[in-house]
């Protein structure tokens, strides 16, 4: 698992993500297309504010183990 920050451009080591029912069921969801179609790559869990982005996490399936490191 690697998480990263897309503002700082670094890697976080300790994060909490509250999610509502709807939200954790919409991320289920999203992680079995993703496991059973790895040609999508990755899937968005995005919250708006009105017209704009207030928050989004992006869920990506690594090609291997490997690719994780550092």
């Known amino acids: 698992m690697k ?3 897309y503002e700082s ?8 993500i509250t ?4 939200e ?5 969801s999203y992680l079995t297309r993703l496991v059973q179609t790895p040609s999508i790559g990755h899937a968005h869990l995005s919250e708006f504010d009105g017209p704009l982005l207030g928050r989004e996490l992006t869920v990506a399936l690594a090609p291997d183990a ?5």
Do not use: N, Y
């Open 3 to 5: 998480i990263w920050d």
């Open 9 to 16: 451009g670094s890697t976080l080591s300790d994060v909490e």
């Open 19 to 22: 999610l509502t029912r709807d």
């Open 24 to 28: 954790a069921s919409e991320l289920a």
């Open 66 to 70: 490997e690719s994780l490191a550092g």
